[in-house]
């Protein structure tokens, strides 16, 4: 198993956002049944490097959720929950306001 080579780098931290993330996660054995979370903004991006080549990681997402949303998120509290995050049609937030497509850099 490889080792970790630069243990004194810690946790890689990074400051952006982007807008129109989506979340999915399955709570039951029909999709109907799963909470997904759409046009969320995702922030606070946390990457920590793990011996063997692995790493575990931690964001934040924020949306205002529906009443039904609500529901279903507070029986997940204190349970692990498995979910799918998409950024396919996410946007860099910006200074401004509106952002670049992903895979576009901003001067």
């Known amino acids: 198993m490889p080792v ?42 946390i990457i920590k490097p793990l011996e063997g080549g692995t790493f575990s990681y931690g964001f934040r997402l924020q949306h205002q959720p529906t009443n039904g949303e609500v529901g279903k998120l507070m029986q997940l509290l204190e349970h692990e929950v498995p979910a799918t995050l998409d950024l396919s049609k996410a946007a860099m937030v910006t200074d401004e306001g509106e952002g670049a497509s992903e895979g576009t850099e901003n001067e």
Not at 6 to 18: F, H, I, N
């Open 4 to 45: 970790l080579r630069y243990p004194a780098l810690g946790p890689l931290r990074w400051s952006g956002e982007v807008k129109a993330a989506k979340l999915v996660m399955p709570l039951g054995t029909r999709k109907a049944d799963d909470l997904v979370i759409d046009d969320a903004k995702l922030g606070k991006v």
